[in-house]
């Protein structure tokens, strides 16, 4: 087995810029002034209404087509259509914890609220805190090893690697106080396969799953597809690389201490990372363009 006693004890990076591409940059959360709430650019959390019981799409447009534009409009009328005097009271009250859960970042509250397929919505005001996801394996058996761990937040970037520091305890720090995971196909591999290798309490954050929000916005393929299809280009040098050239790499450094597979193969986890956040920011856009009427967009 190739020792890792020439490299640094933790791998820890400022997060590249994505130049030419979005960055979670423009979805810091804000609060805008009253005048402007509920126009371009606010959020589109706080101009969700489907949070509301019994709210689906159907309703929350009705709402939107009576200048109802955001959460404070809402609160601010004694009569919104269709709700009774009554649902209306309801309808305030989950509007008011909403509002408090946003001020403590609780995306949790939102995640059991929106359900899945609004989850999205919770993107553009949790960007900035989200954690990015990605693992590199040696197979796709659930009993496969775990070789390398991903982690993107804000401008961090964290490497976890198997036999140096993957650990339990690193992985917990790695994620940190996150509101919410990103990942693409998460839900389906990497997700499990961390909560089966490497239980923390963390893995069970609220989750967006970049690939069915993809596919409800027409972009279908896996992670690589989706970028050339929103135009991010990769280092030529690992363009064409899959899952099981990440395999051999492993292979290579584990077998051969071949220290240049090991870096290639962080840097293309690497990518994959940080790739991640263009295709969310680009997908949620454009999920939001789909939901809000034109002229609200």
């Known amino acids: 087995m190739a020792t890792f006693s ?24 804000w609060t805008a002034a009253p005048e402007a709430r509920g126009g371009p650019g606010t959020p589109i959390l706080e101009r969700s209404f489907v949070l509301i019981d019994r709210v689906g799409v159907r309703t929350e447009r009705r709402i939107w087509d009576q200048g109802v534009r955001h959460w404070d409009h809402f609160l601010d009328r ?8 009554a649902r209306k009271a309801e ?14 970042r609780d995306a949790g509250f939102f995640q059991s609220r929106l359900g899945g397929p609004h989850i999205w919505r919770l993107y553009p005001s949790f960007a900035r805190e989200a954690a990015f996801v990605d693992i590199e394996t040696t197979g796709i058996s659930r009993h496969s090893a775990i070789t390398v761990v ?11 690697v198997r036999f140096r520091d993957l650990t339990r305890g690193e992985l917990s720090a790695a994620l940190g106080d996150a509101p919410l995971l990103v990942t693409y196909n998460g839900a389906g591999f990497d997700l499990p396969m961390l909560r089966l290798h490497y239980p923390v309490p963390e893995l069970m954050l609220p989750h967006l ?15 690589k597809r989706i970028e050339r299809a929103i135009g991010v280009v ?23 201490g071949n220290a240049r597979a090991l870096d290639l193969l962080l840097r293309y986890n690497r990518a994959d990372v940080v790739n991640m956040r263009a295709v969310a920011e680009h997908v949620c856009a454009e999920s939001e363009r789909m939901a809000l009427p034109p002229e609200a967009a």
């Open 6 to 29: 020439h490299l640094p004890p933790k791998a820890i990076y400022p997060a590249p810029s994505l130049e030419g591409a979005l960055t979670s940059d423009a979805t810091v959360p």
């Open 78 to 85: 004694r009569t919104v259509g269709p709700f009774s005097p």
């Open 91 to 104: 309808a305030d009250a989950v509007i008011e914890r909403a509002k408090e859960a946003l001020r403590g």
């Open 150 to 160: 991903g982690v993107l937040r804000g401008d961090r970037f964290t490497h976890l």
């Open 209 to 223: 799953d970049l690939r069915y929000v993809a596919h409800r916005v027409g972009l279908h393929g896996g992670l």
């Open 234 to 256: 990769r280092d030529r040098e690992f363009a064409m690389m899959t899952g099981e050239d990440a395999v051999h790499l492993w292979h290579l450094w584990e077998r051969k």
